[in-house]
């Protein structure tokens, strides 16, 4: 199945899940509730890079945590995701 998601909406999606795992999310956890695993890969990097996400290892298991700079962002995303649904709702009803 091709997904219609945006880069930016997947980024947040996988974010989304590291962020509502505590201690942190599995990557099982993570590839369970998004995609396929080669993508998954690509952003999981990309949130590292940009420190938006973070690996450890608690045990034997690497997990990933949304780092504060990742939390701030999955805020600001929301906040946008609102504003413009509203936006699309009010021009839909004019």
Known sequence: MVSERSSLEMIFSVLEIVGRHNPGALKGHIFYNTFDRSLLDRYLRFLA??????TRKIGKNLVYDATDRGKEFLGKYSDMKIIIERRNLEAETR
Request: aromatic content about 16%; proline content about 0%.
């Open 49 to 54: 890079e940009k420190w938006l996400a973070r």
